[in-house]
């Protein structure tokens, strides 16, 4: 099996800051992109910004120069950090990965339980 466990989230005053964590445990043969998925309520998720195993990062343009991604290869770890953050980002933000468990398997999305960030005005 597979787990991913984001941590790091909360109640932040609008322009501070918080960086969150998501570790993958089990049987991990291989990780190839990491992302995270920010979901507000009534809300589809929507990607803001993904890492793949050759260390690309992707932001989208609503986070670029706010938010950075990155990862410690080594613990199967991605991390967010988010600067100026706003009323708007307020969300469950969910970590997704794309993991294969051995070499003749192929690669499944594996989905976090999804950690708040509320930023208040």
């Known amino acids: 099996q597979v787990q991913l466990v984001e941590s790091g989230g909360g109640l932040v005053q609008a322009g501070g800051s918080l960086r969150l964590s998501c570790a993958a445990s089990?049987?991990?043969?291989?990780?190839?992109?990491m992302g995270w998925y920010p979901q507000a309520t009534g809300k589809q998720r929507e990607l803001v910004a993904s890492v793949s195993s050759a260390g690309i990062t992707n932001p989208a343009d609503s986070v670029k120069g706010r938010f950075t991604i990155s990862k410690a290869h080594a613990k199967n770890t991605v991390y967010l950090q988010m600067n100026s953050l706003q009323p708007e980002d307020t969300a469950v933000y969910f970590c997704?990965?794309?993991?294969?468990?051995?070499?003749?398997?192929?690669?499944?999305?594996?989905w976090g339980q999804g950690t708040q960030v509320t930023v208040s005005s």
């Open positions: 089990g049987t991990i043969f291989r990780i190839n992109a």
């Open positions: 997704n990965a794309e993991i294969a468990r051995s070499w003749a398997l192929k690669y499944v999305n594996y």
